[in-house]
């Protein structure tokens, strides 16, 4: 496929969502091997004892750990195109963060696709709304407008 061609099917599906992911089991020692990583070891995160005392009623996972999640969902949600040679993560425009995550959710991606250009002749940028919903919450875990290179065989 070409990236004229690729432009082309993906302009038919600009407004639509175009990607629900699998859920993730969030857990404890995933927080914790996700501040060790980081370096962030805030309390909120790692000590369940203390969590439990606070207004939040237990640990909740880091808001970045959620957000990296994203490039897993965007796995589960966009094979490579024909003729596509990689994606890249070109940063967001928006970003918020909605809700906490707790140990014992499960969180999963779902992306709406709002727009898509030419940008060289070998990338098309493609703005994807990212809602990051955790199961059995009427409240998403994050909202983003994520932004991402699909590049493309260059022409001879």
Known sequence: ?????ALETLQGQVGTEVGVSNWIAIDQPMIDRFA??????QW???????AAQSDLGGTIAHGFLTLS???????????MMPGQTMG????????RFLSPVRPGD???GRFTLTQVSKRTDTDLMRTMGLTI???GSDRPALVAEWLGLAVFVSSP
């Open 69 to 79: 999640l994203a490039s897993r969902f965007a796995y589960d949600c966009f094979p």
């Open 106 to 108: 499960r969180v999963r």
């Open 44 to 50: 909120i995160h790692v000590d369940p004892a203390r």
């Open 1 to 5: 496929m070409s990236i004229d061609a």
């Open 36 to 41: 060790d990583t980081t370096h962030d070891d």
């Open 88 to 95: 890249i993560n070109y940063g967001f425009n928006r970003l």
């Open 133 to 135: 919903e955790i199961a």
